[in-house]
């Protein structure tokens, strides 16, 4: 026999859907990343991206220069984590 409490359901809703928020989110612990960091967050060639900056975090524009090397902040990491090349602006292309 099952008991259905609609307070506990809802809970047990409520705590799905946080576990998928959180399966969906990559947790990123730096301020700043460079690009071949950023390769190894998206699984994606370094040398690819070398190539071609439309690519790149920010479409090659970096966020700022730490210690001479392009940087991107997490913020922008984050973002283009979840970017396809159909996101890509057609001024880019």
Partial sequence: MELHIPEILDLKKSIEELKSLFS????????????????KLKGVNKNTLYAKPKYQPGYGKEDGRVCGKKRWRR????????????????TYL
């Avoid at 969906?24 to 390769?39: F, G, M, R």
């Avoid at 913020?75 to 057609?90: C, G, N, R, S, V």
């Fill in 24 to 39: 969906e989110s990559i947790l990123l612990d730096q301020e700043w990343y460079d690009l071949e960091q950023a390769c």
């Fill in 75 to 90: 913020t922008t990491i984050q973002k283009w984590l979840k970017e396809t090349d159909a996101d890509i602006p057609h």
